[in-house]
């Protein structure tokens, strides 16, 4: 069958399109984003519509773990490696049934997983990565080939292996170059799209959603997973004496390529905050909120606009969705219009997800998926690993 399988999958090239699914959980690990595209072509002549997307949450005990990860032993993380990949396999599924079409109809799986470690060059001797989510698990479930573990290949030849999305916003993109698109995610990261490929880079800038997050769980006693809207952030006052404290963190100052998550950005940095801020949560959002903004202004001020004229910036993922952020970003950042993603036409919800059906569509064809400019990578490198899917 591996045969047959690998036959199968080398003939998707052929195909005039491709039905992809694209999968990934983010630091906020809120659920697992799926994103049902069509993509015709490769490279610059790479065309993606997107047909279905949905977040599929993940079980309240799976987040748990997630949130955990540090502290979890070995055979605990192969554990839920494997229950991660029935997660995945089981909203790939579930995506494909919400588009009417069913998961036979699907060509390929692109899916990014959930970072449980990441210790860049700088943070460690042997710099590393690791996503878990099996492929193998999710092919299993599904019967359709999975390729996945994008991030590996390019920590190998050196990069940090992150941000991943920015070919992607160069193929999607470019012609209305140059431009930026932030992301906020759990990190707010950030991508510098121009009109030609080696002109583009991107970098993690700090925590977005992944502080906050914490925090509106710890004061609502876990019942609520963020802070809707940031209303609590509205009704909190900013600590300016709190906030000059944080802006000094040393991974503010690093020039990129550069790339951060829950290591440093998790628990150890949120913990001593609550502990600092017990009796007034709310000024300790409305803190995180302007952090986000000020860490955002600063790379546009030392980064960006020094080396591209950028005058718009679009704005996607699940930040996007809380306007108390949104308005100190859009207050913060000046002499660039801010606004969301939508008025390019793509789903600021589906982005993340969607770039990696498009990355899969990339390894598919023997491309290149990182950009050495944005990871710091000694050179480009297909990216991903594939898992085949047996008899069914």
Known sequence: MSKDALAELL????????????LMSGTSADGVDAALVEISAAGVGTQVQLVAFDCVPIPSALKRRIWNLP??????????????GEAFGQAAIAIADQAGLGIDAIDLIGSHGQ???????????TPYTVQIGEAAV????????????????DVAAGGHGAPL???VDYLLFRQRAPLALLNLGGIANVTVVTPQLDDVFA??????NMALDAVARAQSHGAQAYDPNGQGARRGQVDQALLADLLRHPFFALAPPKSTGREIFGRDFVYPLLDRCVDRLDDLLATLVALTAQTISDAFARAITPVVAVSHCYVSGGGRHNSALMEAIQRTVSGVAI??????????DAKEALGFAV?????????????????????PRVLGKIALPGGR
């Open 339 to 348: 606004s969301g993603v939508d008025a390019l036409g793509c789903d600021p």
């Open 115 to 125: 970072t449980a470690r990441h210790q860049p060059p700088g943070t460690t001797q």
């Open 359 to 379: 990355l899969a569509n990339e390894t598919l064809f023997g491309h290149c998926g990182n950009l050495p400019r944005a990871t710091g990578a000694r050179g």
């Open 138 to 153: 999710i092919a299993e479930h599904t019967g359709r080939p999975v390729i996945s573990d994008f991030r590996v290949a």
């Open 165 to 167: 999305i920015p070919l």
């Open 11 to 22: 003939a998707l090239r052929d195909k005039p399109t491709r039905r992809v699914i694209g």
């Open 203 to 208: 970098f993690d800038i700090g925590p977005a």
């Open 71 to 84: 502290d979890d032993q070995s055979a605990n993380l192969g554990e839920l490696n494997f229950l991660l």
